[in-house]
C-alpha cells in the first residue's frame, strides 16, 4: 500500500465502484467536498467528504469514509466496503465538485483573472481524500478526451513538453453555486484581497447572474470602487439588477461626479427612486450635477473640494486637513474663497508644506487663478490643465461663487474615452 | 459624459444614429451572405432553375427561431453560447462541436478568399496578388485591434449585395413558374439533389452564426425591456439574408438554368450578367462580392478563433495583445493562412471544399440546435424565459429534419450502389 495517491476527477467519474465481493455496485457520478472554497486556508474544506452514486436508476450520496481509491500500475480502481448514505444536509453544505467546478469558470486568486477547470486532482492521504489543485492546461483538455498519454508520448519523441497549469485549491475561488443556498459573503471572502480594478475587470467577464450576486457579496467602501472602476454598461447592468437600498448604499460612498456620470445612462424613473433612497446631503450633490448639460465644465467637476478663509493660517490649515483625511485628489489644489463662497485664490500643498507654520494663507495663495464657468463648453480642457500645469482648474457660476473643480483624472479619462470612440 | 460627440456635420452625426441602431440581428443576417453563401445559391439556381427557392421558407422559419433563442439566451445568462454549452454539455461534446466548426470554418474561409479571388479576376487582377494582399490586410486589421470601425464599414459597402434584386429584375424571371415551384415543392431523391438542399440550409443556417449573434446581443449589453427592438432587428436581419438569397436563386435560375449553363463558382455568376445586363452590373456585382468575401473573411476566423478560445478556457479577444492571447492570435493566424495556401495551390478543388464545408455545416447544425434548446428549455439557467410549445415544436422539427437528410445523404449512395 502506497501512502499517496494522486488522481484526477475526470479519471474517476463514470467509474464503476466494487464491494468487498468484488460485484458492481454502482457508477460514480460526482464527488462532494466538505466546504466551499473561499479562499481561506483551511485544510477541511479541501476534504472529500462523499460521492454521487448512480446505483440501478437512482441517483444517492453516499460517505466516502468506506471508499477507498487505488492506483495500481496507471489504473484507477475504487472499491467500497459499506454504503452510508449522507443527510440532506451534509450535502447541502458540501459542494459537488462535477456540477460546480469542473467546467466551470473560477477566479486565480494568484493570477487575478477567470480560467476555465479543465480537470480536478485529487490525492489519498492517510487523514482522508483531498482536493489539491485544479487543472487549467491543455494537458488536462487532452486528458478529458483521453488523448493525453498517447499525444504526450508522441511529443517527447520530439521533446516537447506539454506544460501542466495548475492552481492550487486555496487559490481558487468559485462562482457557480446557482443551485446551493450558501452564505456568499463568506464564501468570497478572499476576493476583497484583490485590487478593485482586477475585481472589475473579473466582474465584466462573468455572466449576469454571478456578476450580481459577487458583487452584492462586497461591502460598500469596496463596491464603491469597484463599481468606480467598470466600464458604463456593466455599471448600468450591476445596478438595474440589484436591490435600490443596496445600490444607493454603494452610490453614498462615491464621489458625487462618479455618481451622476453613471446615473446620466440610467432611466429617470429608477434615478429618482435611487436618490430617493440615498441620504440627502449626497444626493443633493449628484441633482446639482445631473443638471449641467454634457460637454460643461459642470458636468465634469467634482464638488468635494476644500476650501479656507484668507485670513487663516498654513498650521490651522494642515491641522484641519489632519483631522478630515481628504482623498487624494481632494489634495490637487486648494481654494481660498470670500465670506459669500466667492472664489479668491488657490494654493496647493507644496505651498503649505514650504511655509512656516504661521504664515497667513494670504500671503501663499496665487489670486486670479485660472477658473471655469460651470456653463462653459469645455472641448479645450485639456489643453488649458497642460498650459498651467495644473492638477485641477476650480469651477465658478456667474457670479463667481466656488461650485467644484475639475481634476486632471477625469480630464485623461475623458480624453481616453473619445479617443477610444474615434478608434471603433 | 460627453456623449455629443459627434457634432461636426449633420451627415457624420446621421451616419452614426444610424450604426447605432444596427442591431446585431442585422448584422448576423448581413454577414450571412458571404462569398459562401452566393456561391451556394448561384449553384442552386443554375442547376434547378427555381425548384430549390421552396428550401428559404422552411429556413426563414428555422433561422427566425433559432436566432431568437440565441437573443434571449444571450439576454438572459449573460454568457456566450460556448460558454453555456462547456459547462452544461460537458467537455466531450464541446470538443466535438469545435472540431467541426474549426474544419468547417477553414473551409468557408476559404471560400471567402475565393471569393476575394474571383471578384478581382474579373477586374483583371491576378489571384496571387489579391488573395496575399487582402489576406495580409485582414490579419493586420484584427492584431492592430482596429477592426470594430472596419465592421461597420463593411456593412455599409454590403448593401451592395442589393444589386441581385436589380440583376434579378433584369433577367425577365418567369414569376408564374416561381410562384408554383414555391407552392409545389418535390424534393429528388438523389445523393446530388440532397447535398444541394442541406448545403443550402447549412449556408443560411450557420452554425457559427449562433454563437456570433450570442455574443453581438451580450456585447451590445441589451436586456428584456428592448425585447420588442430586438424581435424587430432580428426580423430584418433574417429577412435581408432570404431576400438576398431569394434574387439570387431568381437571377441564376433564369439566365443560366434555361441554357444549361453550369457555374462553379459566385464568379461565374457575376460574369453571366455581362451579356444580359452590360458590364457595369457585372462590375457591381464582383464589387458585392468582393466586399462580402473581405467582410466573412475577417469575421469568420476571428469568430471561430474566439469561441473556440471561450470553450477551452484561452485568453482571448481583440482587445489583448499577442503575448497574452497566444492561442488566439495562434488559431486566427493559422485559420487565414491556411485557407489563403490552399486557395493559392494551382487546381486546388474549392469547388468540392465550398459544398462540403456548407454540408459539414448542416451536420454540425442539428447538434448544436439540441443543445441550444436543451440549454434555453433549462430552468435554472432560463428562469421564466424558458421555450414556449411552439418554439420547441419547430426547433425540434428543424433538428428532425435535418437528422433525416443527413441520414440520407449517407444512405442514399448506398442503396444506389
Redesign the interface.
Known amino acids: 500500500m502506497t501512502s499517496l495517491t494522486t488522481f484526477y476527477l475526470s479519471g474517476i467519474i463514470g467509474k464503476e465502484v466494487f464491494g468487498a465481493d468484488g460485484d458492481a455496485i454502482g457508477v460514480i457520478k460526482d464527488l462532494l467536498i466538505s466546504a466551499v472554497p473561499s479562499g481561506l486556508n483551511d485544510p477541511n474544506q479541501q476534504l472529500v467528504i462523499g460521492m454521487k452514486l448512480k446505483i440501478g436508476k437512482e441517483l444517492k450520496h453516499y460517505s466516502f469514509k468506506t471508499f477507498r481509491v487505488v492506483k495500481a500500475r496507471e489504473m484507477l480502481s475504487v472499491t467500497c466496503t459499506d454504503l452510508i448514505e449522507l443527510s440532506s444536509d451534509e450535502v447541502n453544505n458540501g459542494l459537488e465538485l462535477v456540477e460546480n467546478i469542473l467546467d466551470k469558470q473560477i477566479v486565480d486568486l494568484n493570477g487575478r483573472k477567470l480560467v476555465r477547470v479543465n480537470d480536478v486532482r485529487l490525492a489519498t492521504l492517510m487523514t482522508g481524500t483531498f482536493v489539491v489543485a485544479v487543472d487549467i492546461g491543455i494537458e488536462g483538455l487532452l486528458r478529458r478526451i483521453g488523448v493525453s498519454i498517447p499525444i504526450k508520448k508522441f511529443l517527447s519523441l520530439f521533446r516537447i513538453n506539454i506544460p501542466a497549469k495548475f492552481i492550487l485549491w486555496d487559490d481558487v475561488q468559485a462562482f457557480d453555486f446557482s443551485n446551493l443556498n450558501i452564505r456568499l459573503s463568506k464564501s468570497y471572502a478572499k476576493l476583497h484581497t484583490l485590487h478593485p480594478s482586477d475585481l472589475a475587470d473579473i466582474l465584466e467577464d462573468l455572466g449576469k447572474k454571478s456578476r450580481a450576486s459577487v458583487f452584492s457579496a462586497l461591502d460598500e467602501e469596496k463596491a464603491a470602487d469597484v463599481l468606480e472602476e467598470l466600464e458604463p454598461q456593466t455599471q448600468i447592468h450591476i445596478i438595474e439588477s440589484l436591490p435600490l437600498d443596496k445600490v444607493a448604499d454603494v452610490l453614498e460612498k462615491m464621489p458625487a461626479d462618479e455618481v451622476a456620470d453613471i446615473l446620466d445612462e440610467i432611466e429617470d424613473e429608477r434615478v429618482e427612486l435611487l436618490l430617493r433612497e440615498m441620504d440627502s446631503e449626497s444626493s443633493q450633490e449628484v441633482r446639482e450635477l445631473l443638471e449641467y448639460p454634457n460637454n460643461t465644465a459642470g458636468s465634469l467637476m467634482t464638488t468635494d473640494v476644500l476650501s479656507f478663509k484668507a485670513g487663516r493660517t498654513v498650521d490651522e490649515v494642515i491641522n484641519e486637513l489632519r483631522i478630515k483625511k481628504p482623498e487624494q485628489s481632494e489634495l490637487y489644489s486648494l481654494f481660498v474663497t470670500e465670506e459669500n463662497d466667492e472664489l479668491a485664490g488657490t494654493f496647493t500643498l507644496r505651498d503649505l508644506v514650504v511655509s512656516k507654520p504661521m504664515t497667513g494663507i494670504i500671503e501663499i495663495m496665487k489670486s486670479e487663478p485660472v477658473f471655469l464657468y460651470d456653463d462653459q463648453k469645455v472641448d479645450d480642457i485639456a489643453e488649458i490643465i497642460s498650459k498651467y500645469n495644473l492638477l485641477a482648474i476650480p469651477v465658478v457660476d456667474r457670479e463667481n461663487l466656488l461650485q467644484g473643480m475639475v481634476v486632471v483624472d477625469d480630464v485623461v479619462e475623458d480624453l481616453m474615452n473619445k479617443r477610444r470612440t474615434n478608434k471603433r | 459624459?460627453?456623449?455629443?460627440?459627434f457634432t461636426k456635420t449633420n451627415f457624420y452625426r446621421n451616419l452614426v444614429i444610424f450604426l447605432a441602431l444596427l442591431g446585431p440581428g442585422i448584422i448576423t443576417g448581413s454577414v450571412d451572405n458571404d462569398a459562401g453563401g452566393i456561391t451556394t445559391y448561384s449553384v442552386a439556381g443554375a442547376i434547378y432553375g427555381y425548384r430549390m427557392i421552396w428550401t428559404l421558407i422552411p429556413s426563414l422559419i428555422v433561422l427566425l427561431v433559432v436566432q431568437e433563442m440565441n437573443a434571449r439566451m444571450g439576454i438572459?445568462?449573460?454568457?456566450g453560447l460556448s460558454?453555456l454549452i462547456?459547462?452544461n454539455a460537458?467537455?466531450?461534446i464541446t470538443?466535438f462541436i469545435f472540431v467541426g466548426l474549426f474544419l468547417s470554418n477553414i473551409g468557408n474561409t476559404t471560400t471567402e478568399l475565393a471569393g476575394v479571388a474571383g471578384s478581382m479576376e474579373i477586374f483583371g487582377v491576378s489571384k496571387y496578388i489579391s488573395v496575399p494582399i487582402v489576406t495580409f490586410f485582414v490579419w493586420i486589421l484584427v492584431v492592430k485591434?482596429?477592426y470594430?470601425?472596419a465592421e461597420r464599414i463593411f456593412l455599409i459597402f454590403s448593401a451592395s449585395l442589393l444589386t441581385y434584386v436589380v440583376s434579378a429584375l433584369m433577367a425577365k424571371p418567369q414569376w408564374r413558374e416561381i410562384g408554383s415551384a414555391i407552392i409545389r415543392p418535390g424534393i429528388e431523391m438523389n445523393t446530388q439533389s440532397i447535398t444541394m438542399i442541406i448545403a443550402l440550409v447549412g449556408t443560411t443556417i450557420a452554425p457559427w452564426m449562433q454563437f456570433y449573434m450570442q455574443s453581438s446581443v451580450i456585447e451590445k449589453?441589451l436586456?428584456m425591456k428592448d425585447y420588442k427592438f430586438t424581435l424587430i432587428d432580428i426580423v430584418v436581419g433574417c429577412l435581408v439574408t432570404v431576400v438576398v438569397a431569394f434574387f439570387i436563386m431568381v437571377a441564376c435560375g433564369a439566365t443560366l438554368h434555361p441554357g444549361g449553363i453550369m457555374i462553379n463558382e459566385a464568379k461565374d455568376a457575376a460574369l453571366s450578367l455581362k451579356p444580359l445586363a452590360g458590364e457595369l452590373a457585372s462590375h457591381v456585382f464582383a464589387f458585392g462580392l468582393f466586399v462580402a468575401s473581405v467582410f466573412s473573411a475577417t469575421i469568420l476566423p476571428l469568430a471561430t478563433s474566439y469561441y473556440i478560445c471561450e470553450a477551452?478556457?484561452f485568453?482571448s479577444g481583440i482587445d489583448k495583445d499577442w503575448n497574452e492571447a497566444r492561442e488566439f492570435y495562434g488559431l486566427y493566424t493559422f485559420i487565414l493562412v491556411i485557407s489563403a495556401i490552399i486557395i493559392l495551390l494551382p487546381h486546388a478543388p474549392l469547388i468540392a471544399i465550398s459544398i462540403w464545408s456548407q454540408v459539414l455545416n448542416g451536420i454540425l447544425l442539428p447538434v448544436v440546435l439540441v443543445s441550444m434548446i436543451l440549454l434555453i428549455n433549462n430552468r435554472?439557467l432560463m428562469g421564466d424565459y424558458t421555450n414556449k410549445p411552439f418554439q420547441n415544436v419547430i426547433g425540434w422539427g428543424a433538428v428532425g429534419m435535418l437528422v433525416i437528410l443527413s441520414l440520407a445523404l449517407i444512405i442514399l449512395p448506398v442503396l444506389s450502389r
Open positions: 459624459m460627453f456623449r455629443t460627440k438572459v445568462t449573460g454568457k460558454d462547456r459547462e460537458g467537455f466531450k470538443f485591434g482596429t470594430m470601425i449589453g436586456k477551452f478556457g485568453e435554472k
